[in-house]
């Protein structure tokens, strides 16, 4: 299953964007959600999950500036991004499996994904 992760787009610095991801209900029931991105000439990384039960967790660059948040009746999961740097800029992913903290099990197949450019 490939998840597709939208809402990206060009921003200035210190601006905000939400992207937001839809999964079918099967999945999106019983999977921790996270997202994750990779910024040009990087591996990509883990930037936030939220957990079935709706524990959520950041990579410390991200912290105090990003949101992850799920709605259950949409089965969709969202990241509300603020006071963005240039250093976010990167194409945003989304997938389910299994997180806890920095650790990740995906289970999804990896999407095109959607671009955040954040100029400076």
């Known amino acids: 299953v490939q998840l597709q992760a939208c809402g990206g787009g060009l921003v200035q610095a210190g601006g905000s964007l939400r992207l937001s991801c839809a999964a079918p209900g099967s999945i999106f029931r019983f999977n921790d959600m996270g997202w994750h991105r990779q910024a040009p000439g990087k591996q990509r990384e883990l930037v936030a999950a939220?957990?079935?039960?709706?524990?959520?967790n950041y990579a410390d660059s991200v912290k105090g500036r990003f949101t992850v948040s799920r709605d259950n009746a949409k089965n969709t999961v969202y990241l509300q991004m603020n006071s963005l740097k240039a250093e976010d800029t990167g194409v945003y992913y989304c997938?389910?499996?299994?997180?806890?903290?920095?650790?990740?099990?995906?289970?999804?197949?990896w999407g095109q994904g959607t671009l955040v450019t954040v100029s400076s």
């Open positions: 997938n389910f499996g299994s997180y806890r903290g920095s650790y990740s099990i995906t289970r999804g197949s």
């Open positions: 939220i957990t079935s039960a709706g524990i959520t």
